[in-house]
């Protein structure tokens, strides 16, 4: 049973350019959430994905945003890259949205902006 | 504002000894907290998880205490293996909403 996957691995940007990360969830799980992580911090939530809509939302400004699509798969979009926005972008999967405490993570994307 | 906080960036413990990781919150709304261990190069895992209506969970050699007076809960791990070295998140949600994550401790254990 495949866990939740995630691609690229890593990746390297340069500022103003846009990104797309892709995450696939676990098996039997419809909902998506997407996390960044700075280095020295905790994980910081984006925003969630279930049945293809947005559903929630975290302090992120609109450069940031997201797709789910009917195989429950999920991309994250940033658009005009900062430095700051250098980091591990781990996305997490659960069976529904209110089972939210059974979240399984995935290894994670590591973006270098330059 | 950080409503989740573990003070201590860092913790070395002797294999065979408790490991006593510590995490603080602000907010009075939450009511479920858990804790996850992250691997180099690998996704946070689920660990352990605590209601708001307890104040003790146990599962095998780790235990979560929680103190809802002083808004503060523990980690407890015994016996530490070399294994359990890893950076351990507490984190908390305030009914069905998304979790806020501490900045984590990175736990040694020496054998």
């Known amino acids: 049973d495949a866990g939740v996957t995630q691609s690229p691995t890593h990746l390297i940007k340069t500022r103003g350019q846009q990104v797309t990360l892709r995450c696939s969830p676990k098996s039997g799980h419809d909902t998506v959430s997407w996390y960044q992580q700075a280095l020295g911090q905790g994980p910081q939530f984006i925003f969630q994905?279930?049945?293809?809509?947005?559903?929630q939302r975290g302090n992120f400004p609109d450069r940031f945003s997201g797709h789910q699509f009917p195989n429950y798969s999920s991309e994250l979009n940033v658009n005009a890259l900062l430095l700051g926005d250098s980091a591990l972008y781990l996305c997490?999967?659960?069976?529904?949205?209110?089972?939210?405490?059974?979240?399984?993570f995935g290894p994670g994307t590591r973006l270098t902006v330059t | 504002d950080q409503q989740v906080k573990q003070n201590s960036p860092s913790l070395s413990v002797q294999e065979g000894r408790i490991s006593i990781l510590n995490c603080d919150y602000t907010n009075s709304m939450f009511d479920y907290f858990l804790w996850y261990k992250k691997y180099p190069a690998e996704g946070p895992t689920f660990l352990i998880s605590i209601s708001s209506i307890k104040d003790k969970n146990e599962d095998g050699r780790f235990t979560v205490f929680l103190n809802k007076s002083a808004k503060h809960l523990s980690l407890h791990i015994v016996p530490s293996q070399p294994g359990d070295s890893a950076v351990y998140f507490c984190?908390?949600?305030?009914?069905?909403?998304?979790?806020?994550f501490g900045k984590g401790t990175r736990l040694s254990v020496i054998a």
């Open positions: 984190a908390a949600r305030p009914g069905n909403t998304p979790l806020v």
């Open positions: 997490a999967s659960s069976p529904t949205p209110d089972r939210g405490n059974e979240q399984y």
């Open positions: 994905y279930y049945e293809e809509e947005e559903r």
